[in-house]
């Protein structure tokens, strides 16, 4: 059964209207309202299925009644069907503007009847649009792996999981936060990012294209637990479309706890270069080494100044920010061939193979220049002091770094913001 209300000035028009409908009262109820604001009361209380709105009327036409339906969140999708004796092009476009068709008076009975159908079918057609998407999307939600549907330039539509790990209320407000979901992809070895692209290629693409012959895995920070989670991906393009269907299924527990051991032993948790433990490992190589072949090896123990400040001022994020953006300055700023590390706390450590303690004294000074003009997140500019040795035949690991340490001392007390050689 379908609600029908007929809106007119005319109370002969309106009973009309009814007689119409009256031999189909098994279809249709007719409700009728004299007028636009008795209109509008009555879509305040009764479920309304399509509308028949008079356009000339008194204090309210059919248009300025259609647009106030149109505004109310409620009735906007009602559809109406205006009734006039014009038929000027204005009045055609108004009718096309505020409702989806119209009928010129006098109507011919077959006419309306069919209007009214094709109508009331579309809203049956909607409405199970509506059930299926809903179906489709509890379906979505009911997987435990994240599910989202990509059109190669964002994500159009995602499950209960994607919205719950990425910690969003809806696609759009994830896609507001990030441009691209693969910058997400951490780089990381023997995991997918987009630095493993051709620049004309898209990732969706690339996966989608592969993944039959490649397994490909990806790398993405657990933003409520802040580690790092691993997710088999699987891309599947619908067909002679752009539209691509991504799955992530959490491999976490099976390849990624290994990965996570080796990572913590080897990496500093929070600036991701070498811990002390690796450094350790690595600089004792290194001596040994230089030791060998006769190589020059110099050692460096950077300091930030006074940065408990920053921790007591700004608070610890700020000053873990800080630290991230001084670990990977340094670390953008050195050769590959280079070992840089956390020592502790704000302490960091560089070993330059191959290089001589003048040369050396360059090297660290200039990095000591580049920290000063870097901006960090809210303090802004921070300076350090560095602490420099060169590596000598007869050193022993603990001669090194107490060498290097009294010399950080030295650039400390005589003023911070310097290298000290010693």
Same mark, same amino acid.
């Not at 007119?8 to 031999?23: Q, R």
């Not at 490649?214 to 580690?227: A, G, P, R, S």
């Given at each position: 059964?379908?609600?029908? /209300? ?8 309106? @009973? ?26 009555? /879509? /305040? ?33 009602? #559809? ?32 309306? @009847? ?14 199970? /649009? ?34 719950? @790990? ?61 580690? #790092? ?146 901006? @960090? ?46």
């Amino acid at each position: 059964m379908y609600n029908i /209300l007929c809106v007119d000035d005319t109370p002969a028009n309106l @009973f009309i209207l009814e007689s119409l409908f009256e031999p189909h009262d098994s279809k249709y109820t007719i409700i009728t309202a004299q007028g636009g604001y008795e209109a509008l009361e009555i /879509l /305040l209380t009764k479920k309304i299925d399509l509308i028949l709105l008079d356009v000339m009327m008194p204090e309210i036409d059919g248009f300025e009644t259609a647009k106030l339906i149109k505004s109310n969140k409620a009735t906007k999708d009602i #559809p109406i069907i205006f009734l006039t004796a014009k038929r000027d092009n204005e009045t055609i476009e108004n009718a096309f503007k505020y409702g989806v068709d119209y009928l010129s008076k006098p109507y011919d009975e077959f006419e309306l @009847f069919k209007r009214v159908d094709v109508q009331l079918e579309l809203i049956e057609v909607k409405n199970r /649009l509506e059930q299926q998407i809903k179906f489709n999307q509890s379906v979505l939600d009911s997987q435990h792996n994240i599910l989202f549907i990509h059109d190669n330039n964002k994500i159009v539509s995602a499950n209960k999981s994607f919205l719950e @790990f990425f910690n969003v209320k809806n696609v759009e407000e994830f896609n507001k936060l990030h441009n691209n979901i693969a910058d997400l992809f951490m780089e990381y070895e023997n995991f997918f990012s987009l630095n493993v692209l051709n620049a004309n290629k898209k990732w969706t693409e690339d996966i989608s294209t592969n993944h039959q012959n490649d397994e490909y895995n990806v790398l993405i920070m657990d933003t409520t637990t802040f580690v #790092p989670k691993a997710f088999r991906i699987e891309v599947n393009a619908l067909e002679d479309t752009d539209i691509f269907v991504v799955t992530l299924t959490d491999i976490t527990k099976l390849t990624t706890k290994s990965k996570q051991y080796e990572h913590k032993a080897t990496y500093d948790a929070l600036t991701s270069v070498y811990n002390r433990s690796k450094f350790n490992e690595v600089f004792e190589l290194e001596v040994q080494t230089a030791k060998a072949n006769n190589h020059h090896l110099s050692f460096a123990i950077f300091d930030i100044d006074f940065f408990k400040k920053v921790n007591d001022t700004h608070g610890h994020i700020i000053g873990d920010e800080t630290l991230i953006t001084f670990a990977k300055t340094i670390q953008d700023n050195i050769r590959e061939v280079d070992t840089f590390a956390r020592w502790g706390g704000e302490e960091f450590v560089l070993a330059m193979s191959g290089t001589d303690s003048q040369t050396a004294f360059k090297v660290v000074d200039n990095l000591r220049q580049i920290i000063e003009k870097t901006h @960090f997140k809210v303090v802004e500019h921070i300076t350090c002091s560095v602490g420099l040795t060169a590596v000598n035949p007869e050193d022993k690991i603990d001669d090194i770094l107490i060498r290097a340490d009294e010399a950080l001392y030295e650039a400390k007390e005589s003023g911070r913001n310097k290298v000290c050689l010693k």
